[in-house]
T-cell receptor, first 115, second 113 residues
Framework: NAGVTQTPKFQVLKTGQSMTLQCAQD?????MSWYRQDPGMGLRLIHY???????DQGEVPNGYNVSRSTTEDFPLRLLSAAPSQTSVYFC??????????????FGSGTRLTVV | QQQVKQSPQSLIVQKGGISIINCAYE??????FPWYQQFPGKGPALLIA?????SEKKEGRFTISFNKSAKQFSLHIMDSQPGDSATYFC????????????FGSGTQLTVLP
């Protein structure tokens, strides 16, 4: 099992460019989420999905889009990158909704810099 | 609108000492409280978790203490080791079908050899 795979690991964008951060999991998890991590602010929820075809907004959704056409994949799209979106992005998944001994499994992150 | 507050921001302890990290939550819409450990360049990894109907949970050197009436919970690391040096996040899992995590701001722990 690869777990949660995020690509790319690093990315530099110019202001106004768009891009898609990829996230794939091979654990057949229903729940998938995207977080951004900024110094001193912990991880903040951007968007999440409780199953294929179902997505919803988290705490900081502006400037991001998601879709979930398959159980395995949950891409995050930046529509028009801004310097405020410079951050480390983590994708996470869980089959149990985060309870029990399984919790959420996180990918290794994408470090994004917008110049 | 931080619903989970974590302290301290950083913590330095000697090898063999006890590390204590505290968290408080602001509403009752949570029903599960995990702690995550994160090493540099890696994603957070589940360390230990507790349900609100339990006052304490221990796994090896790691213990969660939970005070439901005060809406507070804490992580104790006994016999702290240099390998424990990492960032620790408390979190709270929301009720209902969404089941999403709200994180504290993190504590950077350094254990001196």
């Amino acid at each position: 099992n690869a777990g949660v795979t995020q690509t790319p690991k690093f990315q530099v964008l110019k202001t106004g460019q768009s891009m898609t951060l990829q996230c794939a999991q091979d654990m057949n998890h229903e729940y998938m989420s995207w977080y951004r991590q900024d110094p001193g602010m912990g991880l903040r929820l951007i968007h999440y999905s409780v199953g294929a075809g179902i997505t919803d907004q988290g705490e900081v959704p502006n400037g991001y889009n998601v879709s979930r056409s398959t159980t395995e994949d949950f891409p995050l799209r930046l529509l028009s990158a801004a310097p405020s979106q410079t951050s480390v992005y983590f994708c996470a998944s869980s089959y149990s909704g985060g309870r029990g001994n399984y919790g959420y499994t996180f990918g290794s992150g994408t470090r994004l810099t917008v110049v | 609108q931080q619903q989970v507050k974590q302290s301290p921001q950083s913590l330095i302890v000697q090898k063999g000492g006890i590390s204590i990290i505290n968290c408080a939550y602001e509403n009752t819409a949570f029903d599960y409280f995990p702690w995550y450990q994160q090493f540099p360049g890696k994603g957070p990894a589940l360390l230990i978790a507790i349900r609100p109907d339990v006052s304490e949970k221990k796994e090896g050197r790691f213990t969660i203490s939970f005070n439901k009436s005060a809406k507070q919970f804490s992580l104790h690391i006994m016999d702290s080791q240099p390998g424990d040096s990492a960032t620790y996040f408390c979190a709270a899992l929301g009720k209902g079908s969404a089941r999403q995590l709200t994180f504290g701001s993190g504590t950077q722990l350094t254990v001196l050899p």
